[in-house]
């Protein structure tokens, strides 16, 4: 990209001796920036065509020289900017002109490729290539919202504020004709990128700290009677789909009160049916701790058979852990469960990650009299 240098006499600040300043206009993708070059002349001997002082001008010799001399030191700061290879702007090569030392700017587009860089890295490692393509998913559209409400390629990672998120909410509703439930996991992928930034301190605030997500009600259609007993008649050709209905009509009509699925109940009574069914692996060890106490550690991993809209299908990991100490004709029960969850598990509810972090856990008491009315 070409950089513009233009000299300008600014006619209308005089000075008392009828002099008037040149200052130096610097554009670079179309961004300016101007500053004084010390210089002043009589704004009658500027040939601003050929950008000179004419000859009758008193040291005009002098003056061209050092402006001259200055679109050199401009030229010079630009060119070694290029030879690096990396981004920067118009305020870069003046801080190198002058000087200065150069502190990297940051953007938006170019850190969310260098952080997709580092994540590719960690696929089939700590991620799967899905996980890392609906990241990229993102970048795009934030790339393509840059452009569309700023007209530019990027924007400054340090000017990111509330307002940018409620823009790019925006335009992913307005322009690419997102559901409010794709906004949301759009938002919140984008979320992590932010605070990556604000670790490496790039970002002086999280832009994300005022900002809420809407709540998202999600509609859950039960079959009837009729419909459960015709699917459960049915016999499907594709071993998949017989799979996935033999997993679909294998539930609890009734409640089962914490004896499947764990303690928190995410999956009470089979409400992931008429979904993406539910796979539940769970391990759990019973420590005696003495003759009359006992631990229970159980701990489940919940994922879907069927993939969400997404591509998601993991749903999270719940700890139950319950202690239980017997004394003579009654007993003390307590108990405490965690609910670890994955971004699955927030699409398959409907709910966002904020509105999650306050109910994911429980702990419990109870209280176990066994009184002997016969001996």
């Not at 502190?103 to 799967?128: A, C, G, M, P, R």
């Not at 049916?273 to 539940?280: E, Q, T, Y």
């Not at 994955?342 to 398959?348: A, K, P, Q, V, W």
Request: with cysteine; glycine share 4%.
């Amino acid at each position: 990209m070409k950089l513009n240098i233009l000299y300008i006499v600014s006619k209308t600040k005089l000075n008392k001796k009828g002099r008037c300043p040149i200052k130096c206009r610097l554009t670079y993708n179309k961004i300016r920036h101007h500053f004084a070059t010390g210089l002043f002349i009589n704004p009658t001997n500027w040939n601003s065509k050929q950008q000179l002082v004419k000859p009758r001008e008193p040291d005009s010799e002098y003056i061209n020289n050092q402006l001259s001399l200055i679109k050199t030191k401009i030229n010079k700061a630009f060119l070694m900017l290029q030879i690096k290879e990396e981004r920067f702007n118009v305020e870069d090569i003046y801080s190198l002109y002058k000087g200065d030392k150069t502190q990297k700017e940051h953007n938006v587009v170019d850190y969310f490729e260098s952080y997709l860089k580092k994540l590719k890295t960690l696929i089939n490692i700590d991620i799967k290539q899905v996980t890392w393509n609906k990241f990229n998913y993102i970048k795009k559209d934030v790339k393509s919202f840059v452009k569309w409400q700023f007209k530019t390629n990027d924007y400054p990672l340090k000017k990111l504020e509330l307002q940018f998120l409620h823009d790019f909410e925006y335009y992913l509703k307005v322009v690419k004709k997102q559901k409010q439930i794709t906004i949301n996991k759009s938002l919140q992928r984008f979320r992590r990128v932010v605070r990556a930034a604000l670790a490496e301190n790039y970002l002086d605030k999280d832009p994300f700290t005022l900002y809420k997500t809407k709540t998202v009600r999600v509609e859950v259609v039960f079959l009837s009677p009729e419909e459960l007993e015709q699917l459960e008649q049915h016999e499907f050709t594709q071993r998949r789909l017989q799979l996935i209905k033999d997993l679909f009509v294998f539930f609890p009509l009734y409640g089962t009160n914490h004896k499947f699925n764990g303690f928190m109940d995410y999956f009470y009574v089979g409400n992931h049916a008429n979904s993406i069914g539910l796979v539940d692996i769970h391990v759990s060890a019973n420590f005696k701790l003495s003759e009359t106490s006992s631990l229970m550690v159980k701990a489940l991993n919940f994922s879907g058979e069927q993939d969400l809209p997404s591509g998601e299908n993991a749903l999270g990991t719940e700890i139950d852990i319950v202690f239980k100490k017997k004394f003579k004709g009654y007993a003390l029960v307590a108990g405490y469960s965690q609910m670890f969850s994955s971004d699955g598990m927030y699409e398959l509810k409907g709910i966002t990650e904020d509105a999650a972090a306050s109910g994911q856990n429980w702990a419990w008491a109870m209280l176990v009299i066994k009184p002997k009315f016969i001996n």
